[in-house]
């Protein structure tokens, strides 16, 4: 990690659709925080996991009542910052677009496409804040991502190293045609909330990166071709993010938090 040292601040876990808890985290403390920007998704559970030091978040709500549209991005960001987080592994279910992303399929994207709107994408906004500029050419730090490939090799998990993730709006998922156009666009895989997640850190300083888990295969493709059946993913989920917690128990081992 530029300009730290592994393991000597707390891994942020940022859980998404699927995880909204980490069953084998010691749980040491929670804690409500109040940030410039409004509540968080829920309070913060700071605990230890294979040894690692780690806080987590629930992106949608302990109880998943938050829309992907409705999170409240800056706050949940401002608030591990605050928890004195400098790396965050994002955790997403997405719809895989490319042929090798099916159902279960775990990934490591490497790039984004953002489809969103209406939502605050930017800290750097109001009449005090100058105009600030951040680079995004390569919008997953590469460190993080490096040490979830290797914790992914140490937990014996097979993961897809890179991918594009294409950010859309929701809640509603995609029609056929939509993902016939991200995939033109670039994309291998569509989820909701990569964006603004991604640059608000990298905005705040914290070296972030995503797991993804793909959920079922996107509008119009493989098994998803007549339509997404909805009950099918739930249980695919349950499966991934079992898998997902080896990873982030391995990570936490062997990187002491990346």
């Given at each position: ?28 403390h929670r ?134 993730y294409a ?55 493989g098994q ?35």
């Amino acid at each position: 990690m530029t300009g730290t040292t592994m393991g000597t601040a707390p891994l942020g876990i940022i859980g998404g659709s699927g995880l909204t808890q980490l069953a084998e985290l010691e749980v040491r403390h929670r804690e409500v925080v109040r940030t410039p920007y409004g509540e968080p998704s829920g309070a913060l559970t700071f605990g230890t996991l294979a040894g690692g030091e780690a806080v987590f978040l629930a992106r949608h709500g302990y109880g998943h009542t938050i829309a992907p549209h409705q999170v409240n991005y800056c706050a949940n960001l401002w608030a591990l910052r605050h928890a004195g987080v400098q790396r965050v592994v994002s955790v997403a279910s997405v719809g895989g677009i490319r042929a090798d992303l099916g159902p279960g399929v775990i990934a490591v994207p490497h790039q984004l496409l953002d489809y969103t709107w209406g939502r605050r994408s930017t800290f750097f906004e109001g009449p005090d804040q100058p105009v600030t500029h951040v680079d995004f050419t390569h919008p997953y730090a590469a460190a993080v991502r490096e040490a979830i490939l290797a914790a992914a090799l140490a937990a014996g998990e097979a993961v897809v190293p890179d991918g594009v993730y294409a950010t859309t709006q929701g809640p509603r998922l995609e029609t056929a045609a939509e993902i016939d156009r991200l995939e033109r666009d670039g994309a291998t895989m569509v989820g909701m909330t990569a964006m603004p997640e991604a640059v608000l850190a990298r905005e705040i300083g914290l070296e972030y990166a995503t797991l993804a888990v793909v959920a079922n295969h996107a509008a119009g493709r493989g098994q998803s071709n007549a339509g997404i059946r909805l009950e099918d993913i739930n249980h695919v989920l349950q499966q991934g993010m079992a898998r997902v917690r080896r990873i982030l128990q391995a990570l936490l081992q062997t990187h002491g938090g990346a």
